[in-house]
């Protein structure tokens, strides 16, 4: 079985020190990073775009994640691959052609992602299995990063893990992931969990990687 990922958010970075953020949690062990892309219409925050995935690029090998919270995400799908994006996620709230976005997505090299918000059904990528890389059950409503999990998605990871089977899509969840409920959620059969503030809201994010890393390695064994 492979390791679970361990993807930190840098929405709770230190956007003054960005470069040193992401050198501690990837030297601790974090292969990707998950870099949250707001537009202040599809969640009620505005963060950073292609321009700050670029200047990322320059800084690390890892995985670059990008989950894109923005309407009509066709549109910057371009600008995303050549920022240096390695997986580009979207909504499927956010598409409305959601077979076509994540062809596009494939047809540009990129793993092809798709999010569901918490109150979105299963059944919105039920057809589109054989189009994606990643499901990412979204475990609070995105926007924020600080927030409770929502403790019914459990019930939902559930179902998406039946419902993936033997597709090779991997199972991601974010929001209000912590040292204490990672243990659970491996045990669910999740297989990349992306944490923000309880990573980078510590003294030292690092440390945090390796003791998470750690919690989902003693649930594997
Ligand atoms: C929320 C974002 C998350 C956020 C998670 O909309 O998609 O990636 O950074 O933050 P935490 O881990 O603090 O809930
Ligand atoms: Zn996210």
Same mark, same amino acid.
């Given at each position: 079985?492979?390791?679970?990922?361990?993807?930190?958010?840098?929405?709770?970075?230190?956007?003054?020190?960005?470069? $040193?953020? !992401? /050198?501690?949690?990837? *030297? +601790? #062990? =974090?292969?990707? %990073?998950? @870099?949250?892309?707001?537009?202040?219409?599809?969640?009620?925050?505005?963060?950073?775009?292609?321009?700050?995935?670029?200047?990322?690029?320059?800084?690390?090998?890892?995985?670059?994640?990008?989950?894109?919270?923005?309407?009509?995400?066709? $549109?910057? !799908? /371009?600008?995303?691959? *050549? +920022? #240096? =994006?390695?997986? %580009?996620? @979207?909504?499927?709230?956010?598409?409305?052609?959601?077979?076509?976005?994540?062809?596009?997505?494939?047809?540009?090299?990129?793993?092809?992602?798709?999010?569901?918000?918490?109150?979105?059904?299963?059944?919105?990528?039920?057809?589109?299995?054989?189009?994606? /890389?990643?499901?990412?059950?979204?475990?609070?409503?995105?926007?924020?990063?600080?927030?409770?999990?929502?403790?019914?998605?459990?019930?939902?990871?559930?179902?998406?893990?039946?419902?993936?089977?033997?597709?090779?899509?991997?199972?991601?969840?974010?929001?209000?992931?912590?040292?204490?409920?990672?243990?659970?959620?491996?045990?669910?059969?999740?297989?990349?969990?992306?944490?923000?503030?309880?990573?980078?809201?510590?003294?030292?994010?690092?440390?945090?990687?390796?003791?998470?890393?750690?919690?989902?390695?003693?649930?594997?064994?």
């Amino acid at each position: 079985m492979p390791d679970v990922i361990i993807a930190p958010s840098i929405l709770s970075a230190d956007f003054a020190h960005l470069g $040193r953020d !992401i /050198d501690a949690v990837v *030297s +601790a #062990g =974090a292969r990707w %990073i998950h @870099v949250d892309v707001m537009d202040g219409v599809f969640v009620p925050n505005i963060t950073i775009g292609p321009v700050v995935v670029k200047s990322i690029r320059r800084t690390t090998r890892a995985f670059l994640d990008c989950h894109l919270m923005i309407t009509e995400p066709d $549109r910057y !799908i /371009d600008d995303f691959r *050549s +920022a #240096g =994006a390695d997986g %580009i996620t @979207v909504h499927a709230e956010a598409t409305r052609h959601l077979q076509r976005t994540l062809a596009t997505i494939r047809g540009m090299g990129l793993k092809a992602g798709v999010s569901l918000n918490p109150s979105t059904p299963l059944d919105a990528v039920r057809y589109c299995l054989a189009d994606l /890389d990643l499901l990412l059950i979204m475990t609070v409503n995105p926007g924020f990063g600080g927030q409770s999990f929502i403790s019914s998605m459990l019930q939902k990871i559930s179902d998406a893990k039946a419902m993936i089977g033997g597709h090779p899509i991997q199972l991601q969840v974010d929001g209000g992931v912590t040292k204490e409920n990672l243990a659970m959620l491996a045990q669910a059969g999740v297989e990349n969990m992306v944490a923000g503030s309880s990573i980078f809201s510590t003294p030292d994010p690092g440390k945090t990687v390796k003791e998470m890393i750690d919690i989902v390695r003693s649930v594997q064994r």
